[in-house]
């Protein structure tokens, strides 16, 4: 089976700089993945998604995501965070065909002024 | 569309009492499934359903029961509720078709249990 893991509980960080999320994953093959992020009190929202192809693969809100085959990980990163950027961001995986996915933890972003 | 709406929004039930929560979806997707969010854990799956009147268990069935009667509609029954269960409970569908692959979210239950 597969699993998810993010080594981040909470980052915080300053409005205008960098932001990368971690998220490892454990599969025999190269899995379905995804990022979602939920803001306080609501559902949660497709940031991106990587099937194969180009490992560096673009979202909605500024956001970009690598996946490195060797490392087993599919980091998140946005280069210019907005305090409407905080919020809490999930690693998903899935196998091919297996149509149910498994979430990492989440991991918490707040933005300082 | 509305998408995925799940009724009620908000609960407190008390030990033992029973309810039942709605998922409906005006996609078409075969795809349904029932999650709990608990802080620090993420998302679970409770059950799914791969079309109507096919339900499976997810990782963490135990207490829940499910029922897929009608495609649109997934049902999720708390037969004898525990604090324990207390949560926020997400209905999501799945659209999966060639390179397609996507889950839609509802806005969630939030279920008190004292």
């Known amino acids: 089976a597969q699993s998810v893991t993010q080594p981040d509980i909470h980052i915080t960080v300053s409005e205008g700089a960098s932001l990368e999320l971690r998220c490892n994953y454990s599969y025999g093959a190269t899995p379905y993945l995804f990022w979602y992020v939920q803001s306080p009190g609501q559902g949660l929202q497709l940031l991106l998604k990587?099937?194969?192809?180009?490992?560096l693969v673009q979202g909605i809100k500024g956001f970009e995501a690598e996946f490195k085959r060797s490392q087993s990980s599919f980091n998140l990163r946005k280069p210019s965070v907005h305090w409407s950027d905080a919020a809490e961001y999930f690693c998903?995986?899935?196998?091919?065909?297996?149509?149910?996915?498994?979430f990492g933890a989440g991991t918490t972003v707040t933005v300082r002024a | 569309n509305a998408g995925v709406t799940q009724t009620p929004k908000f609960r407190v039930l008390k030990t033992g009492q029973s309810m039942t929560l709605l998922c409906a979806q005006d996609?078409?997707?075969?795809?349904m499934y029932w999650y709990r969010q608990d802080p620090g854990m993420g998302l679970r799956l409770i059950h799914y359903s791969v079309g109507e009147g096919t339900t499976a268990k997810g990782e963490v069935p135990d207490g829940y029961n499910v029922s897929r009667l009608k495609k649109q509609n997934f049902l999720l029954g708390l037969e004898s509720a525990a604090p324990s269960q207390t949560s926020v409970y997400f209905c999501?569908?799945?659209?999966?078709?060639?390179?397609?692959?996507?889950?839609?979210f509802g806005p969630g239950t939030r279920l008190t249990v004292t």
């Open positions: 999501a569908t799945l659209f999966a078709r060639g390179s397609s692959y996507e889950q839609y």
């Open positions: 990587y099937f194969s192809g180009d490992t």
């Open positions: 996609m078409n997707h075969e795809y």
């Open positions: 998903a995986v899935g196998p091919p065909f297996d149509y149910k996915l498994s």
